[in-house]
């Protein structure tokens, strides 16, 4: 075999061998590149005499051009290779089942729920929202509320207060959103553009105020920090039977129910008077409790006509408004809807209990498709 076979061979070879672009790459810089193996034989060409390169010439060209044939078609090849080979990987298989995706495996935890709920069903009957911060002052969650000073209901609340500052004042986490009905009202010393103001409001007002509140307190149905929903309707001519008419309306709604019986309770808050506690029908037989049916009554919610002194002290003339008041345990209600034996459970973060009893992100709340 002459020396141009050997190199033939040998270059075909190797081009035959490139598993890919990059490899073919090399091989043609090996053979036609201006140091390349043919590149080197064609400037043999000039010493020659003219009888030489004539012969040898049309060797070397036949050679290089077979070459460049090669790696053509070769390139060409690994290009289709390669393109076959991407599109293999980024197939996509419509028959395959959906993978579950966060948003199907996340849940809005009942809690959650539950405000949502509630929002939704005092949205439709008028109520805006109002908030307040969790850390209040003495003033706003007591005394502005006719606690007296010294008086035992604010020992009831089993507060958590803070270390008092250089001026003497002691803040504490809220024990409950009541304060939220002084800071609407008030609407004096409201520092403007503050969050957690409702709007300074002058009557008529028509708020309820959920949110996070405090008290030390833990077994099964008590958790340190929980959920309350505050109501206040300031307004002319203001009664029980408003008071009645909403609370039946929310409840029955709220259990998605057709109507509810409800009876009234006396009972003692220093913010309200007349006070009351609502409790619901229920049955609880079966070991769950069954509202809307049944002959047992469960308490639901304190409520009352706002006390002259709250309205006074609020900066409103009781002469010429009246209004009524009520606060509800979102948990209590969340539990006596969705039947959770501990309210604990709650808050411990459990992802298969959330599982459980959460609810879907698709399903928001509202009185047109439902709220559960
Ligand atoms: N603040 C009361 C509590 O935490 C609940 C409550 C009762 C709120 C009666 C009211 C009301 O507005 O009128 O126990």
């Known amino acids: 075999m002459s020396d141009l076979q050997a190199l033939e061979a040998e270059t075909l070879g190797a081009v035959a061998a ?98 949502d709920e509630l929002t939704a069903i005092f949205a439709d009957l008028g109520f805006s ?30 507060t958590f207060f803070f270390a008092p500052n250089e001026a003497g004042e002691r803040k504490l986490l809220r024990t409950h959103t009541s304060p939220v009905q002084v800071r609407t009202m008030q609407k004096t010393n409201t520092p403007p553009g503050a969050s957690w103001i409702a709007a300074g409001q002058t009557p008529p007002i ?48 709220f259990f998605e129910l057709e109507s509810v019986v409800t009876r009234f309770r006396p009972h003692h808050f220093p913010f309200t008077e007349p006070s009351a506690e609502m409790d619901v029908q229920c049955d609880t037989s079966g070991g769950e409790v069954k509202i809307g049916q049944g002959t047992e ?16 002290n609020c900066g409103i003339d009781p002469d010429e408004w009246q209004g009524f008041a009520f606060g509800f345990g979102v948990d209590r209600l969340g539990r006596l809807k969705y039947g959770m034996p501990d309210l604990r459970d709650m808050f411990a973060s459990d992802t298969r209990w ?5 609810f879907s992100a698709f399903a928001a709340p509202n009185p047109a498709s439902g709220l559960s």
């Open 18 to 115: 490139a598993g890919d672009e990059a490899a073919l790459e090399a091989v043609r810089v090996a053979a036609l590149g201006k140091k390349g193996s043919i590149s080197a034989l064609l400037a043999t060409l000039g010493k020659m005499s003219p009888d030489e390169r004539k012969t040898a010439g049309a060797a070397i060209n036949a050679l290089k051009d077979k070459v460049s044939e090669a790696l053509g078609e070769r390139r060409t090849m690994l290009k289709e290779r390669a393109l076959e080979a991407r599109l293999a990987s980024e197939t996509v298989d419509v028959t395959l089942p959906v993978r579950e995706a966060a948003i199907d495996t996340g849940r809005i935890h009942p809690i959650s729920q539950v405000m």
């Open 129 to 158: 929202i109002a908030e307040g911060p969790d850390v209040e002052s003495d003033d706003y969650n007591f005394t502005r509320l006719n606690f007296p000073e010294g008086h035992p209901a604010r020992e009831m609340h089993d």
């Open 297 to 312: 009554w469960s308490e639901i919610v304190g409520c009352g006509m706002v006390h002259p002194n709250v309205l006074r």
């Open 206 to 253: 028509r708020i309820i105020s959920p949110g996070r509140t405090y008290r030390m307190d833990s077994d099964a149905t008590h958790t340190p920090m929980f959920h309350q929903i505050e109501g206040l309707v300031i307004d002319r001519n203001i009664h029980m039977g408003h008071l009645k008419w909403t609370l039946d309306q929310f409840i029955a709604r």
């Open 354 to 358: 959330l599982a459980h009893y959460g």
